[in-house]
């Protein structure tokens, strides 16, 4: 099992930038590819990052791309997705996610955190 927590969301205005953390307990990350999603009011959960287990190679939702940036920290036990340029429409919770699988969707990953809230204001 592994065990995930999000950190970092918090109340941004638009234009400005947040830095979400994702601490893993129980199992190291080097074995799992990791991924973000995010779930605004009132829509389906969807896709915005991945990285494979290295960590050499990067997937991004075209909505995101050029904005946000995943990397992780084998070391660390630590994943993490830097958001630039944000707007309100990047207003969701998001979650990270932990899996054998790259691809960009949910039923690839095993394991869940519980999610952190980013909210943008315009």
């Known amino acids: 099992q592994v065990q995930l927590e999000e950190s970092g969301g918090g109340l941004v205005q638009a234009g400005g930038s947040l830095s979400l953390s994702c601490a893993a307990s129980g199992r190291t990350l080097s074995n799992y590819a990791m991924g973000w999603f995010r779930q605004a009011p009132g829509k389906e959960r969807e896709f915005v990052a991945s990285?494979?287990?290295?960590?050499?190679?990067?997937y991004y939702a075209d909505s995101v791309k050029g904005r946000f940036t995943i990397s992780k920290d084998n070391a660390k036990n630590t994943a993490y997705l830097q958001m630039n340029s944000l707007k309100a429409e990047d207003t969701a919770v998001y979650h990270c996610?932990?899996?054998?699988?790259?691809?960009?969707?949910?039923?690839?990953?095993?394991?869940w955190g519980q999610g952190t809230q980013v909210t943008v204001s315009s």
């Open positions: 990285i494979r287990w290295s960590g050499a190679t990067t």
């Open positions: 996610a932990a899996g054998y699988g790259f691809v960009p969707h949910s039923s690839a990953y095993a394991f």
